[in-house]
């Protein structure tokens, strides 16, 4: 594991002993007094993610102009909430795609934006992006555990803000995963996708040392609310949790938990009707 910040920070400490523990799993005590509406069906089963292998050089573009989020941002603030109550029917791409794009996406009009939407900037220095970060460094990054999404197969994937791809990571359905071992909450594994904001804290820690933990903690905060605004403008059901296996998300996406570390998964999907 590369540490390039302050090995043993109290930083690191109070990241690594506030992550949930598999156990968290397995505690039906602990689990039942956090979300004891969802707690019978747990440990039901062994449920193993189906990794069919991870080819590098798949990337599906994204439109991000196929639909538009145009609510008063008045209306959208006042009437976001969380749901969770996911319907089975496919989360439609372009739906998916703006949010993303909402959300973490560098803007295409910037001059910069091609060249320069990762490079680090100093205060003052514009605005490539649709989500403010400290420093301009855009700390947050969103993988996408792709469970049921019209035209895209299942499988995580990175969003890359710049190009507004969707690069895959790893095929293969992690539905009943996420439900078994990834998200302490069963219903996100019935969304149509399951966001995972992420941080690069070592590259904050470069500029920002002990104090990038507050920053890259807050980064997400930002993105997350884009994410909350965007989804109910498009009609879409959305809900935070806080309440995953830091080890097993990190692990499933290629975090070591420090230097990059999961902060925040959000599922969407189309509301259930019924
Ligand atoms: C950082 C964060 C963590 C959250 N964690 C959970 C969670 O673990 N489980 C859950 O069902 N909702 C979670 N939520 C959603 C909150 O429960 C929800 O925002 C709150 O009850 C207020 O409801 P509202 O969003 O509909 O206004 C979280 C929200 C945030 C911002």
């Given at each position: 594991?590369?540490?390039?910040?302050?090995?043993?920070?109290?930083?690191?400490?109070?990241?690594?002993?506030?992550?949930?523990?598999?156990?968290?799993?397995?505690?039906?005590?602990?689990?039942?007094?956090?979300?004891?509406?969802?707690?019978?069906?747990?440990?039901?089963?062994?449920?193993?993610?189906?990794?069919?292998?991870?080819?590098?050089?798949?990337?599906?573009?994204?439109?991000?102009?196929?639909?538009?989020?145009?609510?008063?941002?008045?209306?959208?603030?006042?009437?976001?909430?969380?749901?969770?109550?996911?319907?089975?029917?496919?989360?439609?791409?372009?739906?998916?795609?703006?949010?993303?794009?909402?959300?973490?996406?560098?803007?295409?009009?910037?001059?910069?934006?091609?060249?320069?939407?990762?490079?680090?900037?100093?205060?003052?220095?514009?605005?490539?992006?649709?989500?403010?970060?400290?420093?301009?460094?855009?700390?947050?990054?969103?993988?996408?555990?792709?469970?049921?999404?019209?035209?895209?197969?299942?499988?995580?994937?990175?969003?890359?803000?710049?190009?507004?791809?969707?690069?895959?990571?790893?095929?293969?359905?992690?539905?009943?995963?996420?439900?078994?071992?990834?998200?302490?909450?069963?219903?996100?594994?019935?969304?149509?996708?399951?966001?995972?904001?992420?941080?690069?804290?070592?590259?904050?820690?470069?500029?920002?040392?002990i104090r990038a933990y507050r920053l890259g903690l807050m980064d997400?905060?930002?993105?997350?609310?884009?994410?909350?605004?965007?989804?109910?403008?498009?009609?879409?059901?959305?809900?935070?949790?806080?309440?995953?296996?830091?080890?097993?998300?990190?692990?499933?996406?290629?975090?070591?938990?420090?230097?990059?570390?999961?902060?925040?998964?959000?599922?969407?999907?189309?509301?259930?009707?019924?």
């Open positions: 594991m590369k540490l390039i910040h302050n090995p043993g920070s109290s930083a690191d400490i109070y990241h690594t002993e506030s992550c949930n523990t598999k156990s968290a799993k397995l505690n039906r005590a602990s689990y039942e007094m956090n979300y004891e509406r969802s707690a019978a069906p747990l440990g039901s089963e062994k449920a193993e993610a189906v990794i069919e292998g991870a080819p590098r050089d798949v990337r599906i573009k994204l439109d991000v102009t196929a639909v538009s989020a145009d609510m008063p941002v008045e209306t959208a603030i006042t009437n976001r909430r969380s749901q969770k109550d996911f319907s089975r029917d496919a989360l439609p791409m372009p739906h998916l795609a703006k949010v993303l794009y909402l959300a973490n996406g560098a803007r295409p009009s910037s001059p910069d934006a091609s060249s320069n939407a990762d490079a680090s900037s100093s205060y003052g220095s514009g605005s490539n992006f649709n989500f403010p970060s400290a420093g301009g460094l855009a700390s947050t990054q969103i993988d996408v555990f792709v469970l049921n999404v019209a035209g895209v197969g299942p499988g995580i994937y990175r969003f890359d803000r710049r190009t507004h791809d969707l690069v895959l990571k790893k095929k293969g359905n992690f539905s009943t995963w996420l439900k078994e071992f990834g998200i302490l909450q069963i219903e996100f594994g019935d969304a149509g996708a399951v966001l995972i904001l992420s941080c690069d804290m070592a590259r904050l820690a470069e500029k920002y040392s997400a905060g930002h993105v997350s609310e884009n994410i909350y605004l965007a989804a109910h403008a498009l009609d879409l059901c959305v809900c935070a949790t806080a309440g995953f296996i830091d080890s097993e998300i990190n692990s499933a996406l290629g975090f070591d938990g420090l230097d990059q570390c999961a902060l925040l998964a959000l599922g969407i999907g189309l509301a259930n009707e019924a």
